[in-house]
């Protein structure tokens, strides 16, 4: 079955900086990956998806990256700010399919 | 968390009571998922409906746990007896009818002491 992948699983960064944060998936049947964002206390909250027939997408100041022939795809933001302090998870799903296979999750913590 | 409320968001009850998490999806939707998160095993889907059926109830963990949908409107997660492993956070969700999007609710905090 499909296995997803999320690295690092704490990221510190400095206010301002960048942030990077990659998965990898094994089913190459995945067509639909989306981020979410989990604030303390809350569920967690889509902030950006992307499918497999785009190989980029920007929203702001964040944008997803997919590499099909590699399997893997990565969520970037940039100008971080305090707010941006979260778990964000990644996820994968094929088709109309409703099973999310959900990464591990990454803590990322903004330096003030 | 847009367009699902869930009650009650805290609850602390005793091993062996009756626990009971409430679903009120907005609209909008043909599906609804409860999830579970823990430290431990991150988020687990319990059990998917979809058009108020439910369809896959595999990730329910044991007997003690049960799902109802009687209505597009409302759904119910219920925990009898419950037990000190089953704390955690457990999430509402819906899919609307247009894609894969997942919505989340803010979820019901369990703790069994």
């Known amino acids: 079955g499909e296995n997803v992948e999320q690295h690092p699983s704490t990221l510190s960064v400095q206010e301002g900086d960048s942030a990077v944060i990659k998965c990898t998936y094994s089913?190459?049947?995945?067509?639909?990956f989306p981020w979410y964002k989990q604030e303390l206390g809350k569920g967690p909250q889509l902030i950006i998806d992307?499918?497999?027939n785009v190989g980029e997408k920007k929203d702001q100041r964040i944008a997803v990256t997919l590499n099909k022939t590699a399997k893997h795809f990565s969520l970037h933001i940039t100008e971080t700010q305090p707010e941006d302090s979260a778990v964000y998870f990644c996820?994968?799903?094929?088709?109309?399919?409703?099973?999310?296979?959900w990464g591990a999750g990454t803590k990322l913590i903004i330096k003030p | 968390d847009a367009g699902v409320i869930q009650s009650p968001r805290h609850e602390v009850t005793e091993m062996g009571q009756e626990v009971t998490l409430r679903c009120k999806p907005i609209?909008?939707?043909?599906?609804l998922f409860w999830y579970r998160q823990t430290m431990m095993r991150g988020l687990e889907l319990l059990i998917y409906?979809?058009?108020?059926?439910?369809?896959?109830d595999s990730g329910m963990p044991e007997d003690r746990f049960s799902a109802k949908m009687p209505n597009a409107s409302f759904s119910t997660l219920k925990i009898q007896p419950s037990e000190p492993r089953d704390s955690a956070v457990y999430f509402c969700?819906?899919?609307?009818?247009?894609?894969?999007?997942?919505?989340f609710g803010e979820g019901s905090w369990l703790t069994v002491v």
């Open positions: 969700a819906i899919q609307g009818s247009s894609g894969n999007t997942i919505y």
């Open positions: 609209s909008g939707h043909n599906s």
């Open positions: 409906f979809n058009n108020n059926v439910p369809i896959d």
């Open positions: 089913d190459s049947a995945s067509n639909y």
């Open positions: 992307i499918r497999s």
């Open positions: 996820a994968a799903s094929w088709g109309s399919n409703y099973q999310l296979i």
